[in-house]
């Protein structure tokens, strides 16, 4: 036994010895092999400069400063007088300078083995670093870079879209070279989505240098692949059109081609990206935090509100794909419906109800009851199989990062995400885009072009990135022609006869406009309300969305509109009269030809 012991320890101890002798004559050898490599050679990354974005017209969104960095020379002690002087040279020649922060950023960064110049100011514009340039240019210890400092010169009108560049965090640093180097990404917006694209491929240079880090001779030299520009589909003209005409109230506008390229797209209220550039302050990111208008987010894809009448096209689609001939039958409306032997009314808008309803006329004046009444004949899980493939609770896929889904709900989305069973209630208020619906106003411009065009499009921002156009993606959905046919009368109907619920701000308009008004709950309506209050009598919060969405020309649909105001009320009287500026500007400015 004590063989075996002392046998086990001989090995053990063995073992211990030829892995200690490994690591020290092999494995380190690579490492000081590399360390001696670096002594005598110097390898030095290359910046690239960040591609800028630009509008379909070719106005910059997103642009470069020039300016410069400062950086001091390693190996200099926290407490020794020739950093205090070089510090002190510094602040006197740039008194916006902080002391203190630059001799933090260079005893951090300051290390035996790290022989690169340490960055203590990132960026100091061009005409300030005029006059000090000479000065500073003979001091051994100081090494001014070219450098450049993200600039958005049309701030809060397309912030939403651009998004802005911040500092890199440790984990994106880790994961990308070029913004280890950098230290700025996307982060949000296009800059985040096509960060990749837009940063560009470090370039290098490596030098022969002496012992004390002279370089003496160039060895090897690669430019860096950068000045990859977007070129969008928006107009920047009618984003600042569509922003004014908000006044100070929440919403979001978005207008896109029937091919599925966004002219614009405007999340009211919203920032300044500037703010983000060189790092936010407190008090700046408190008030975007606690306004309850919500700047901070792009109402666009982040934005879910119940869609309210608008998913009426849909709705009725749904029910024709689920059960055939049910739009054939007409449906009598009395102001509403009751279930079994419950009291429970589910009311339509009118309380004097529509009488008999077809398919056209459900359309042209939203009547309530002939989707409630269809929807019991098809059931939820059909009606939200068919709406997710008219893209209503599924991401768009628009190139724009962290896009919401929305949801479209079924039994088992219920049963998944509070643990209860569908009732026949919830499948009513579901086919008047009411309950759990909830869509992001993207999806509504998808839902509304696949209505006017037959094609469910991948909207798409950016028309070309780095010189490569980009094109929409698009699919062709059939349905019953006659069906979709009375459907678009109807949408001609809410626009163009005084019936409608948008006749009076879509009526009159240089071009003929298809649409659909809705009025999205916030707050559920007591059974014992006989006399429901009027919008504007409500608490602000208490209001319902307003919807409007719309196609033009109607014989030859070429652009989708839909606006939503964040309780504005009734979607014709509040959000049609942006809708409508909008079409104005369209054709004024030669989006329309002559009048259609």
Known sequence: MRYKIALVVF??????????????????????????????????????????????????????????????????????????????????????????????????????????????????????????????????????????????????????????????????????PVVDEVGKIGKSGLEKYYNDVLQGELGYEITKVTATNQAIDILEKEDPKDNKNIKLNIDINLQKIIYESFKDQAGVAIVMRTNGEILASVSYPSYDPNLFVGGISVNDWKALQEDLNHPFTNKMIHGTYPPGSTI??????????????????NEFCNGHIKLGKSKHKFRCWSAWGHGSVDLRKAIRESCDVYFYNKSLKVGIDAMAKHLRSFGLGVPTGVDLPDEYAGVIPDKEWKMKRYKQPWYLGETVIASIGQGYDLVTPLQMVRHTNLIATSKLVTPRIAKEVNGKEINAGMVSVSFNPYYLSEIRKGMYEVCNTRKGTAFSTMGNLPVTVAGKTGTSQVTSIPQSTIKRLKEEELAYFHRSHAWITTYAPYENPQYIVTVLLEHGGHGGSTAGPIAADIYKWLYANGYFKKKE
């Open 312 to 329: 009426k096209m849909g709705m009725a689609l749904a029910f024709s794909k689920a059960k055939k001939g049910i739009l054939d039958t």
């Open 11 to 176: 090995l053990i101890f063995w073992g211990a010895m030829i892995a200690r002798l490994y690591h020290v004559s092999i494995k380190s050898n690579f490492y000081y092999q590399k360390l001696a490599k670096e002594n005598i050679e110097r390898k030095q990354f290359i910046k690239p400069v960040r591609g800028e974005i630009m509008d379909a017209n070719g106005n910059l969104l997103v642009m470069n400063q020039i300016g410069f960095s400062v950086s001091i020379e390693p190996h200099l002690k926290a407490d020794s007088p020739m950093l205090e002087a070089v510090v002190d040279t510094l602040v006197e020649n740039f008194p916006d300078l902080n002391k203190t922060i630059m001799m933090k950023v260079y005893t951090k960064n300051n290390s035996p083995y790290n022989h690169k110049f340490i960055k203590v100011v990132d960026f100091i514009h061009y005409p300030d670093m005029m006059g000090a340039y000479p000065k500073l240019s003979l001091m051994p210890q100081i090494q001014i870079e070219a450098e450049t400092k993200r600039y958005y010169p049309y701030g809060k009108y397309c912030s939403h879209i651009v998004g802005y560049t911040g500092r890199s965090n440790e984990k994106e640093n880790k994961e990308d």
